[in-house]
């Protein structure tokens, strides 16, 4: 008990004020059943003008047939929208209408979900809550907006829910949740002319993405699956303020634009060079539109940028003709919001001839339990445990208590090093060295300090990836020769790999046990 308290009061130590604050209030409005009352009156909206710069992935079926993070359900007679027999973030999904914007969808089917959901409203449960809204209006918007479709029972629903939302802003969170509930405020505010939405989603925007947009253009939650959708609503309120254009807009586009063109250059430089992106923290495929299609999006919109230094993230790409190396230096991010961070410091990732080699593991559930926990932990990632505990304190879900921080970073044109305090408890310390050529990669973990310790690293494999073994170390592919120095044992463990949602593969992951010295040299034959 006391060491869970320990650890919670870790966990607030780097919370601000106001998240306190709004974590108190949001909690008593649930306790004691708190509703506000909106009024039904609203502006007439005007005719925007919109048309879709890409779409969403594909969601919706037809005939009630939906599948939302690779799981497929079918309504067989009216559709559930408080549907809670799968999960939370299904029913989320459900909720966000992304299915409205996606390729094949027609005006007619469309029209029809949002009037079944016009029906239920007044019982919908999680879909009122402000994420699932904040994609709602943008979605709804833009689809109304697209068909020139004019209807008051959909205008009242999108008055409504922006109303609820501009009252339950998530300050409580903070992060990607607040912006998203900025953009939506935006989208309101052109829809229905409204100067107030204006004047409060120019503030939250304005403020959120130059705080939370890094020198080097990455998102500050370090996730690069958020920062492609980010990016995406971005875009999206950059093209709806071109497409509508108003004088008092044109300082928060060009705001936009610049933050645009920023966030563009650091996912083309984190990307690998087949649009793929590295699974770091909470990222997975099929959940946004891929990374060339985003940045084809932006150059659509006039978006120039330069190539982005990587910094501030923490995150380095080694680009070499064989190969691409991905390596993550950084700190925990961002310090108040770690929601979707891993105990992964020194975590990196290699693709060979643009095919993965070593990967992150991945995610496949943000639902609380042991694969969530797993799926966080430092075992889960391509770096050094010591004594089997994690480098920084994920738990909860959506938590972290204590965390390493970065010390005594070094670069080079060929090198990289640092060390972590991760494990200080122990009064121990890990550095670790990348140094690169053009057909070598020498990876050099130390454990800094005189007390005992059971240090062990983990390289995971890509499930199409074959190793045998040979000599005093493996052959990958027939054609990489991986050699461990110094490792007290080496064994060939399972894991399971998630590249997206509810999806995992078997494959194969090497665990090294080392006591305070290893290398690990990677040769490109």
Same mark, same amino acid.
């Given at each position: 008990?006391?060491?869970?308290?320990?650890?919670?009061?870790?966990?607030?130590?780097?919370?601000?004020?106001?998240?306190?604050?709004? &974590?108190?209030?949001?909690?008593?409005?649930? =306790?004691?059943?708190?509703?506000?009352? %909106?009024?039904?009156?609203?502006?007439?909206? =005007?005719?925007?003008?919109?048309?879709?710069?890409?779409?969403?992935?594909?969601?919706?079926?037809?005939?009630?047939?939906?599948?939302?993070?690779?799981?497929? %359900?079918?309504?067989?007679?009216?559709?559930?929208?408080?549907?809670?027999?799968?999960?939370?973030?299904?029913?989320?999904?459900?909720?966000?209408?992304?299915?409205?914007?996606?390729?094949?969808?027609?005006?007619?089917?469309?029209?029809?979900?949002?009037?079944?959901?016009?029906? +239920?409203?007044?019982?919908?449960?999680?879909?009122?809550?402000?994420?699932?809204?904040?994609?709602?209006?943008?979605?709804?918007?833009?689809?109304?907006?697209?068909?020139?479709?004019?209807?008051?029972?959909?205008?009242?629903?999108?008055?409504?829910?922006?109303?609820?939302?501009?009252?339950?802003?998530?300050?409580?969170?903070?992060?990607?949740?607040?912006?998203?509930?900025? %953009?939506?405020?935006?989208?309101?505010?052109?829809?229905?002319?409204?100067?107030?939405?204006?004047?409060?989603?120019?503030?939250?925007?304005?403020?959120?993405?130059?705080?939370?947009?890094?020198?080097?253009?990455?998102?500050?939650?370090?996730?690069?699956?958020?920062?492609?959708?980010?990016?995406?609503?971005?875009?999206?309120?950059?093209?709806?303020?071109?497409?509508?254009?108003?004088?008092?807009?044109?300082?928060?586009?060009?705001?936009?634009?610049?933050?645009?063109?920023?966030?563009?250059?650091?996912?083309?430089?984190?990307?690998?060079?087949?649009?793929?992106?590295?699974?770091?923290?909470?990222?997975?495929?099929?959940?946004?539109?891929?990374?060339?299609?985003?940045?084809?999006?932006?150059?659509?919109?006039?978006?120039?940028?330069?190539?982005?230094?990587?910094?501030?993230?923490?995150?380095?790409?080694?680009?070499?003709?064989?190969?691409?190396?991905?390596?993550?230096?950084?700190?925990?991010?961002?310090?108040?919001?770690?929601?979707?961070?891993?105990?992964?410091?020194?975590?990196?990732?290699?693709?060979?001839?643009?095919?993965?080699?070593?990967?992150?593991?991945?995610?496949?559930?943000?639902?609380?339990?042991?694969?969530?926990?797993?799926?966080?932990?430092?075992?889960?990632?391509?770096?050094?445990?010591?004594?089997?505990?994690?480098?920084?304190?994920?738990?909860?879900?959506?938590?972290?208590?204590?965390?390493?921080?970065?010390?005594?970073?070094?670069?080079?044109?060929?090198?990289?090093?640092?060390?972590?305090?991760?494990?200080?408890?122990?009064?121990?310390?890990?550095?670790?060295?990348?140094?690169?050529?053009?057909?070598? =990669?020498?990876?050099?973990?130390?454990?800094?300090?005189?007390?005992?310790?059971?240090?062990?690293?983990?390289?995971?494999?890509?499930?199409?990836?074959?190793? &045998?073994?040979?000599?005093?170390?493996?052959?990958?592919?027939?054609?990489?020769?991986?050699?461990?120095?110094?490792?007290?044992?080496?064994?060939?463990?399972?894991?399971?790999?998630?590249?997206?949602?509810?999806?995992?593969?078997?494959?194969?992951?090497?665990?090294?046990?080392?006591? +305070?010295?290893?290398?690990?040299?990677?040769?490109?034959?």
């Amino acid at each position: 008990m006391w060491n869970k308290f320990i650890v919670l009061l870790n966990t607030i130590y780097y919370l601000k004020f106001v998240q306190i604050l709004y &974590q108190v209030l949001h909690r008593l409005r649930h =306790i004691i059943g708190y509703k506000r009352k %909106y009024s039904n009156a609203y502006k007439k909206t =005007i005719q925007l003008k919109w048309n879709d710069g890409i779409s969403n992935i594909k969601s919706f079926n037809g005939n009630n047939k939906f599948i939302f993070i690779n799981i497929e %359900y079918y309504f067989e007679e009216d559709i559930e929208w408080n549907c809670s027999h799968i999960n939370k973030l299904w029913n989320y999904n459900l909720n966000y209408f992304d299915y409205l914007n996606q390729r094949d969808i027609t005006k007619e089917q469309g029209l029809s979900l949002m009037l079944d959901f016009s029906v +239920n409203y007044n019982e919908i449960n999680y879909g009122k809550d402000s994420y699932p809204t904040s994609l709602r209006i943008i979605n709804w918007v833009k689809f109304i907006a697209k068909h020139r479709i004019i209807d008051e029972i959909l205008y009242k629903i999108i008055r409504e829910d922006a109303q609820r939302l501009s009252k339950n802003l998530e300050y409580h969170l903070l992060g990607n949740h607040l912006l998203e509930n900025g %953009y939506a405020l935006w989208f309101a505010a052109h829809f229905f002319d409204d100067a107030y939405y204006f004047k409060l989603s120019k503030r939250i925007i304005t403020k959120q993405l130059d705080e939370q947009v890094l020198k080097d253009g990455g998102h500050f939650e370090l996730s690069p699956m958020y920062h492609q959708l980010m990016l995406y609503r971005v875009l999206d309120c950059t093209r709806l303020a071109q497409l509508n254009p108003c004088d008092s807009n044109f300082q928060t586009l060009c705001n936009l634009k610049d933050k645009a063109a920023e966030m563009s250059a650091w996912l083309e430089g984190v990307s690998y060079n087949s649009g793929a992106i590295p699974l770091v923290n909470d990222s997975a495929d099929g959940v946004n539109p891929d990374t060339n299609t985003i940045l084809g999006y932006s150059k659509s919109l006039g978006i120039e940028w330069n190539q982005s230094q990587l910094l501030d993230s923490g995150y380095r790409m080694v680009r070499r003709e064989q190969y691409e190396l991905f390596i993550d230096v950084g700190e925990i991010g961002a310090s108040y919001q770690p929601g979707h961070a891993h105990a992964d410091t020194f975590n990196f990732e290699l693709y060979i001839n643009n095919r993965p080699c070593f990967v992150d593991t991945g995610i496949s559930t943000y639902d609380l339990g042991d694969l969530r926990s797993n799926e966080r932990s430092t075992r889960s990632h391509n770096t050094v445990t010591i004594n089997d505990r994690n480098s920084s304190e994920v738990w909860g879900g959506f938590r972290v208590g204590k965390r390493a921080r970065i010390i005594n970073l070094v670069e080079f044109p060929q090198s990289i090093e640092a060390m972590h305090d991760g494990y200080k408890n122990y009064r121990l310390n890990h550095q670790r060295k990348w140094e690169w050529s053009e057909n070598e =990669i020498v990876v050099t973990d130390r454990i800094i300090g005189n007390n005992s310790r059971k240090a062990k690293a983990y390289f995971h494999l890509h499930p199409e990836i074959s190793i &045998q073994k040979h000599n005093d170390g493996f052959i990958i592919n027939d054609n990489i020769e991986l050699i461990m120095r110094n490792a007290s044992l080496i064994k060939i463990t399972d894991y399971e790999y998630a590249r997206e949602f509810n999806i995992r593969y078997a494959a194969k992951c090497i665990e090294v046990g080392f006591d +305070n010295h290893l290398i690990t040299k990677i040769t490109i034959g």
